[in-house]
């Protein structure tokens, strides 16, 4: 008991100083959460606890939740050919450039999988900052084709530690394919039902609310699809992204639900998440040989990786443009926590392997959003008026 009221008054403690100590230093509240936890399991205060880490991953998955509150399908299958394509070869020369360095550095396959990660979950952070500027939008839109492609690989990369590459590895990728032709079924079918009962949605979601229904709607929604995804034994990630994707394509007439839900993340779900992703690194990994040097080269290489193939968009987004969107999308944080997470429960990696992708993660998204508030500090980005 004493154990577990320590760690409620840590987090609490965590959790209110982080913004404060963020002004003061100018530094990120993502960062400054993680290194404090890492700091709070050194001094004893945090220890592993069930229900946090439980917690913890509901923070994640709300994460994920968030990330997909960002896409409107819609807007999606109405891409243009020309930003598909672009999309897709900008994935693509992140995943041939990775082969490359891996095979010519001789590093493991699991490189191949980490590296070009992309996740648009802490892209909302930077709107949150920002604000809608050019190189943010295209970020997200060019991030979102990134991002399915990485929880689809994360999905099979679960099934394949988890079931080798027999029957049931390949039963797996059947039934993630059968969950993208059901979520567009469901899709074209709420799409007909709204068109001949455009009531419905203010009905479920009423305009003046006073039981908030609308959370309470979006987050049975956020549940019964995790359910779907541990029924279906897929990667729960997936069901929250989707589920986050559902709400904001069909319930675009409620404008303060996406603020509303953000608040509510960013107040206490994420920070905890955070915390917990320091926790999961101690200090002392810190001392081991080569562990720092090898963290930072992978920094170096992901960010880099990232800036050569954003030159796709450099007659977009003009060169201050590609090194933010660059930047923006060199913080995969909680994928290559997932995976590395996956690997090391599967015995594919080691304990020093997995010290270096959770560092290399965490000085990811303190160095690109250092740098990110650097760039704009000079040169401030253009908000996008609409």
């Known amino acids: 008991m004493s154990n577990e009221i320590a760690i409620i008054l840590t987090l609490s403690a965590i959790i209110f100083i982080s913004p404060l100590i963020s002004k003061i230093s100018k530094i990120p509240t993502i960062p400054i959460e993680i290194t404090l936890g890492s700091i709070a399991l050194a001094l004893g205060f945090i220890h592993h606890n069930h229900t946090f880490t439980l917690v913890a991953e509901l923070g994640f998955l709300y994460l994920m939740f968030l990330a997909g509150l960002e896409v409107n399908l819609r807007q999606v299958l109405n891409f243009s050919k020309d930003m598909i394509q672009k999309g897709l070869i900008y994935v693509s020369l992140l995943y041939i450039i990775t082969l ?70 390949y039963e797996t990728l059947i039934l993630l394919l059968l969950v993208f032709i059901g979520v567009y079924l469901i899709y074209k079918l709420m799409h007909n039902l709204i068109w001949w009962y455009p009531g419905i949605k203010t009905y479920l979601m009423p305009k003046y609310d006073k039981y908030e229904q609308d959370i309470r709607l979006s987050m049975a929604i956020f549940f019964v699809f995790i359910s779907i995804m541990l029924y279906l034994n897929l990667e729960v990630a997936l069901g929250a992204f989707i589920a986050g994707v559902f709400i904001n394509t069909f319930f675009q007439h409620n404008t303060k639900l996406p603020h509303k839900l953000e608040h509510m993340g960013f107040g206490w779900l994420l920070p905890i998440f955070f915390i917990w992703v320091g926790t999961t690194f101690e200090l002392s990994a810190l001392l081991k040989p080569s562990l720092v040097t090898t963290a930072l080269l992978i920094t170096l290489a992901m960010i880099v990786l990232r800036i050569v193939s954003s030159m796709l968009f450099i007659k977009d987004l003009k060169l201050k443009g590609v090194i933010l969107f660059a930047l923006s999308h060199s913080m995969p944080l909680t994928l290559i926590v ?49």
């Open 100 to 169: 490359i360095f891996t095979y010519y550095f001789e590093l493991a396959n699991i490189f191949v999988v980490t590296m070009p990660l992309i996740s648009i979950g802490l892209l909302a952070t930077l709107k949150k900052d920002y604000g809608e500027t050019s190189w943010i939008n295209m970020a997200i839109t060019i991030g979102i084709i990134g991002e399915i492609v990485s929880i689809v690989i994360l999905t099979v990369l679960s099934a394949k530690l988890e079931h080798g590459l027999g029957a049931e590895f």
């Open 338 to 386: 997932a995976v590395a997470t996956l690997a090391l429960n599967a015995n594919s990696i080691t304990n020093f392997y997995y010290y270096v992708f959770i560092l290399s993660a965490i000085l990811e998204v303190i160095v690109s959003m250092v740098l990110i508030k650097i760039i704009n500090l000079i040169s401030p980005s253009k908000v996008i008026n609409k």
